[in-house]
């Protein structure tokens, strides 16, 4: 079955500066995408980025990139020049393909908070 | 172009009740999957309907829980009777259906959830 960890509960950065938060996964599939999903405190889901299996560069959506280290089972996600209103919910995720419905699989999540 | 929409936004019900949640997709996305966070834990996948049919049910926690998705357009889930342990965010999220040819397909865009407390 496929796995998301996510070890960081919370994580406080500095404005301005960027921060790295952890995921690894597990899978036995060969072909598989992997998602970064925000969720304010408003609550909504937001995707910000996505990493296929067989890309050759790491994925980069403005102040956002993956850092994917396929033989670590790794999908880090980078924020480079955090933001205050970058404070909020981060989760990874998987797509789970079994059973046809392209369905995600979800980590815990890490509650970031950007200091002024 | 209109997002996902949820109702209610939040619920609070007694243990034994009834409670109908609605989920409007965006417009043209056929896949529709409703997702449950349950309080400090992962968000788990509940669901997933193509257009009318369910495709995917295997996360279903009970037959206490009744989804529906008539005329492929919205979709309801219905928890009868609610219990302690169903309390929790519950998010709708639509997904136009796979093409396999770039990055973004397949994308699920989610709604805000809808908050259930059961007491």
């Known amino acids: 079955a496929q796995k998301i960890t996510q070890t960081q509960p919370g994580m406080f950065v500095q404005e301005k500066e960027a921060v790295t938060l952890d995921c690894t996964y597990d899978t036995s599939d060969p072909s598989y995408g992997l998602f970064w999903y925000k969720q304010p405190s408003s609550g909504e889901m937001i995707f910000l980025i996505y990493?296929?299996?067989?890309?050759?560069q790491n994925a980069t959506e403005g102040r956002y990139s993956l850092n994917f280290q396929k033989a670590r089972k790794s999908a880090n996600l980078v924020i480079s020049a955090s933001q205050l209103g970058d404070s909020a919910m981060y989760f990874c995720?998987?797509?789970?393909?079994?059973?046809?419905?392209?369905?995600?699989?979800f980590g815990k999540g890490t509650k970031l908070t950007v200091n002024p | 172009e209109a997002g996902v929409t949820q109702f209610p936004s939040h619920s609070v019900i007694e243990k034994g009740q009834t409670v109908t949640l609605r989920c409007d997709p965006i417009s043209g996305h056929d896949n529709l999957y409703w997702y449950r966070r349950v309080m400090g834990k992962e968000i788990k996948f509940l669901l997933h309907f193509v257009k009318e049919s369910k495709q995917d049910e295997s996360g279903m926690p009970n037959n206490r829980f009744l989804a529906e998705r008539t005329g492929g357009t919205y979709s309801t889930l219905k928890v009868q009777p609610a219990e302690l342990e169903d309390s929790g965010v519950y998010f709708c999220a639509s997904s136009r259906l796979t093409s396999g040819r770039g990055i973004g397909d397949g994308e699920q865009f989610f709604g805000p959830g809808t908050r259930l407390t059961v007491l």
């Open positions: 995720a998987m797509r789970d393909n079994q059973g046809g419905s392209e369905k995600l699989v």
């Open positions: 990493q296929g299996s067989y890309d050759q």
